[in-house]
């Protein structure tokens, strides 16, 4: 590489990384990942963004500047919060963010999968809580184990999952439910 083009090559690079991930289907790759989540971007209506929690609450609500944004907070009373990182997984089809925890010994590697993936949890008592701003027209789905799924206001589809939690949904569309959502409490327009 030439000394001139070493100053593009790196302005190029911190680009790549304050969008997170740079090019489809790129995860931030194991061992990566993101020790806090203050994540943001435009989305195209017609995509979707993903969360994918284990322990703790997802809450969305309306864009009002048409960015989705995502933050999230950890606590753990006995586990270090470190202990569970971030992932952003950019595909064709738009974006998943997971909350990671680690590995369990003699099971399959924890990913960061769109619409799936492995996630054991063992002993980890942290919990992460996810706030999320979805703009108009982009379709949301929240997945969690321990936690509430949340959606007020959204303008768009939204799926929401929980299996020990409340589910309450607002949204212009009709909202999707599974068996381990339900029951749901659910307002429309």
């Given at each position: 590489?030439?000394p001139?083009?070493?100053?593009?090559?790196?302005?190029?690079?911190?680009?790549?990384?304050?969008?997170?991930?740079?090019?489809?289907?790129?995860?931030?790759?194991?061992?990566?990942?993101?020790?806090?989540?203050?994540?943001s971007?435009?989305?195209q209506?017609?995509?979707?963004?993903?969360?994918?929690?284990?322990?703790g609450?997802?809450?969305?609500?309306?864009?009002?500047?048409g960015?989705?944004r995502?933050?999230?907070?950890?606590?753990?009373?006995?586990?270090?919060?470190?202990?569970?990182?971030?992932?952003?997984?950019?595909?064709?089809?738009?974006?998943?963010i997971?909350?990671?925890?680690?590995?369990?010994?003699?099971?399959?590697?924890?990913?960061?999968?769109?619409?799936?993936?492995?996630?054991?949890?063992?002993?980890?008592?942290?919990?992460?809580?996810?706030?999320?701003?979805?703009?108009?027209?982009?379709?949301l789905i929240?997945?969690?184990?321990?936690?509430?799924?949340?959606?007020?206001?959204?303008?768009?589809?939204?799926?929401?999952?929980?299996?020990?939690?409340?589910?309450?949904?607002?949204?212009?569309?009709?909202?999707?439910?599974?068996?381990?959502?339900?029951?749901?409490?659910?307002?429309?327009?």
């Open positions: 590489m030439s001139r083009a070493l100053p593009t090559a790196c302005a190029l690079l911190l680009t790549c990384a304050s969008l997170v991930a740079c090019s489809d289907d790129s995860p931030t790759g194991p061992g990566d990942g993101l020790q806090d989540l203050d994540w971007a435009g989305m209506a017609g995509q979707t963004l993903e969360i994918r929690g284990v322990n609450s997802i809450l969305a609500t309306a864009s009002p500047d960015t989705a995502v933050t999230a907070d950890k606590n753990g009373n006995n586990s270090p919060e470190s202990s569970v990182t971030f992932e952003v997984v950019t595909h064709s089809g738009g974006v998943t997971c909350a990671m925890y680690p590995d369990v010994s003699g099971e399959p590697d924890n990913e960061c999968v769109p619409g799936g993936g492995q996630m054991t949890v063992r002993d980890n008592d942290v919990v992460v809580t996810f706030d999320v701003q979805v703009p108009e027209g982009v379709g929240e997945w969690t184990v321990n936690g509430n799924v949340r959606a007020t206001a959204v303008r768009s589809e939204v799926v929401g999952f929980t299996v020990n939690g409340d589910a309450s949904i607002s949204t212009t569309d009709l909202p999707e439910w599974t068996p381990a959502s339900m029951p749901p409490r659910s307002t429309g327009p």
